[in-house]
C-alpha cells in the first residue's frame, strides 16, 4: 500500500485538527500520525481518508472517527507491551493504533468478513496483531487475564465475562447506552469484587452484537 508524501501531510493535519479537539496525550498523537488510515477504507472514500469522520466499510459497519479512536486510545492509557483485548477488529484501524503503542494487542470480531480483511490488511502493513473470530460479549478467556480491554462497539451493559478478564489494576474502556448514543465508560478493576468507574461524554457507536456471524 503507497504511502505518499501528500498522505502524511494529510495525516499531521488531522493530528493537529485532533490535538486541538483535547486529545493531550503525545504518544497517541504520534501513533495517529503514523497509521496510514487511507489504507483501511474503500477506495471510493479515499479522498476522504483524513477527515475526521467515520466512514462505512464492510459488512454494514464503519471505521470509527479519528478523534473517537484518540479518544479512547487516550482513556485506557496504554503503556507498551501491555496486553490489550480489542472487541471488535472492525477495519483494524484501531487495532494499528494500539500497535503502534507497543501494545500486544488480541482483537476479536464476530464478521467473518471483517476478520479475514483486516487480518490480510494488517499483516501486509507489518502489525503482529493476534486475530481471532468470535463472539466479543465472551472476550478471550484462554488468554485472560489482560492489562486493558477497549470495546469499540455500544453496549447496552459491561459484559461480566469482560470485567472477569481485566487484570487487577486494569482498564476497561467500552461505550455503554441504547442504539442512538452511548456514554464512553472508564472502568478501572480495583480488585476481583470492585470496581471504579467513570463517564467521559456521548458518541455514537455501531450496535455490540452477541454472537458470530
Known sequence: MEDTYRHKGLRRLLVEEIRKKGIIDERVLEAVGSVPRHAFMDSGFINFSYKDAAFPISAGQTISQPYTVAFQTQLLNVKPHEKILEIGTGSGYQAAVLAELGARVYTVERQRELFVSSQQL??????????????GYAGLPAYAPFDKILVTA???????????????????????????QQEMILV?????TETKTSQHGGFVFVPFLKGKN
Open 122 to 135: 494488517l499483516g501486509q502493513l507489518g502489525y503482529k496483531i493476534h486475530f481471532h473470530y468470535g463472539d
Open 154 to 180: 455500544g453496549a447496552t451493559e459491561i459484559p461480566p465475562a469482560l470485567l472477569q478478564q481485566l487484570k487487577q489494576g486494569g482498564r476497561m474502556v467500552i461505550p455503554v447506552g441504547n442504539s442512538e
Open 188 to 192: 478501572e478493576k480495583i480488585s476481583e
